[in-house]
């Protein structure tokens, strides 16, 4: 397996990759793949990694920029990850999240957050930091990983979150 950043050909494989990896899963509405393309198209993609398996996207992570109600900068959230339904339970989404987040920190970024199972992501050192809040998400299932620089108050996603099939051509 290689990790990498996605590449302009690699756009029309992470869409069907994360599509597929979110199809039967029980929170999704289907808009991941929506979301990655309206974050990049928005400037707002601060990094995205694929995970190559014999040349091919077996996997991918996206990261963009958050902001947090007090102002401070550097934060990001994790998300959408997906990995090709075919290879999951094989380690690619664990080594793609460790390796995006090795290079969140390499730039610099104060910290970020997660929503999303617990079990999973506090094996990344992720945690329920009560001094972050997003609203309408029970505070177990968003969690944050303090960097270098802790922030206090609500967190709020770049606006591409809210794509869908409907709001975003692919």
Known sequence: MQICPETPDDRDAIFAVTQAAFQNHPHSQQTEGYIID??????????????????????????????????????????????????????????????????????????????????????????????????GVPPEYFMALVFTQPARGVVSYHDGFYASANSWPS
Request: charge should be positive.
């Open 38 to 135: 309206a974050l990049r198209a928005g400037g707002a993609l601060a990094l995205s990694l694929v995970a190559r398996v014999d040349g091919d996207v077996a996997g991918h992570v996206a990261f963009s920029p958050v902001a947090v109600s007090d102002g401070t900068p550097g934060w990001y959230g994790l998300g959408p990850v997906s990995v090709a339904p075919a290879r999951q339970g094989r380690g690619i989404g664990a080594a793609l999240i460790r390796d995006g987040l090795s290079r969140l920190k390499a730039m610099g970024a104060a910290g970020c957050v997660v929503m999303g199972e617990p079990g999973y992501y506090r094996r990344f050192g992720f945690a329920q930091e009560p001094a972050l809040t997003y609203p």
